[in-house]
């Protein structure tokens, strides 16, 4: 008897384990995936590029947190004795095999492997594994009472402890640089500090969700764009010598709008021109302005600021004391702006 209940006991360990990896694995996800900044994925890894994808909120909802709820049933059911609980824990598995298998995948065809992503799509092939060895097995006997308490308190922990500690984590605060242009802003503003090349695809694709929001708040706000323009876009530099020379000349937020507006391929120095004229600048101080020596050390500027201020990767916003980086949902930077507007009374 007591052989028995030793082997029931592994029994329940062998069903518990790939849950507990999963449930670990998704609850990390989920923090990762619902903060503006990852916490346990480092910005720009593997793990906050799959972030990104379309694949990480089908409908809108975050997939770990799917994931956590199924491995979480998984768990459960893991623990229940009998036919009806054997066949539960069969089909949870199977679905989570399924879906597993199929993430793998997608993260084979993207060139990009995170690695809680991957532990959490292993857990759910594994998790079938067991749960047809399980099924196919002749007869149960319960587990200790002591096992099946340290499974449930374990199943438990495992969601709790990422989650606690993810959502209780104080993100990093700006450095200097952004603190400096922070007590430049007007009492009762929030601070915008927008870090662009207007040939970036992603710096485009966050523009037009942003800019609403920034014409629906321009009371409250104070726009900073610092141009960096990347060496690998043919026309970034003249982008970012004309929204120089437009902030110069008192349209900047106007030369910006049409420089992310225009065809990436009208951004050459007589686009640009055309662009300007468009927004209502003379031309020969505009082309005067492009050709000052000092509009280039400008943008040697910006870019230094960038490097000072962490940045590594295009878009960086950074909506009061909250970063955003690369391609933002509308939902992300509606939040970062009412978080940042409730701050400031606004």
């Not at 391929?265 to 005067?288: H, N, W, Y």
């Amino acid at each position: 008897m007591r052989s028995e209940r030793n082997h029931a006991a592994l029994s329940l360990v062998a069903s518990v384990v790939p849950a507990l990896v999963g449930i670990a694995a998704s609850a990390a996800l989920l923090v990762d995936y619902t903060r503006p900044q990852p916490v346990f994925c480092a910005e720009g890894s593997a793990c906050d590029a799959v972030r990104r994808t379309i694949f990480a909120a089908p409908l809108g909802v975050p997939l770990p947190a799917v994931g956590l709820a199924g491995f979480v049933a998984i768990g459960v059911v893991s623990l229940l004795r009998g036919p009806r609980p054997r066949l539960a824990q069969l089909g949870l598995s199977l679905v989570a095999a399924l879906v597993g298998v199929s993430l793998l995948v997608v993260q084979v065809m993207l060139g990009t492997f995170c690695p809680f992503c991957c532990a959490a799509d292993a857990s759910g092939a594994v998790a079938l594994l067991v749960a047809l060895w399980r099924f196919g097995g002749s007869g149960e006997v319960s587990a200790p009472r002591w096992a099946r308490l340290g499974g449930a308190t374990s199943l438990a922990l495992a969601a709790a402890v990422p989650l606690v500690a993810g959502y209780l984590h104080k993100a990093p605060g700006p450095s200097p640089v952004i603190e400096a242009e922070i007590a430049r802003t007007p009492k009762g503003e929030v601070t915008v500090v927008d870090f662009v090349d207007f040939e970036c695809p992603f710096c485009r694709m966050t523009h037009a969700e942003l800019e609403p929001m920034l014409e629906a708040h321009r009371d409250k706000l104070r726009v900073v764009r610092r141009q960096v323009p990347l060496r690998s876009h043919a026309h970034a530099l003249d982008a970012a010598r004309a929204a120089c020379c437009g902030e110069r000349l008192g349209k900047g937020d106007a030369m910006a709008n049409a420089l992310f507006a225009a065809p990436v391929d009208d951004l050459t120095r007589e686009g640009c021109e055309k662009l300007a004229q468009s927004v209502g600048l003379v031309l020969d101080p505009f082309r005067a302005c492009v050709a000052d020596p000092k509009t280039d050390a400008q943008i040697d500027a910006d870019r230094a600021e960038f490097r000072e201020s962490g940045g590594y990767a295009l878009p960086t916003i950074w909506i009061g004391a909250e970063r955003l980086v690369g391609a933002q949902p509308k939902e992300a930077l509606e939040q970062a702006l009412n978080h940042a507007l409730a701050r400031v009374g606004g």
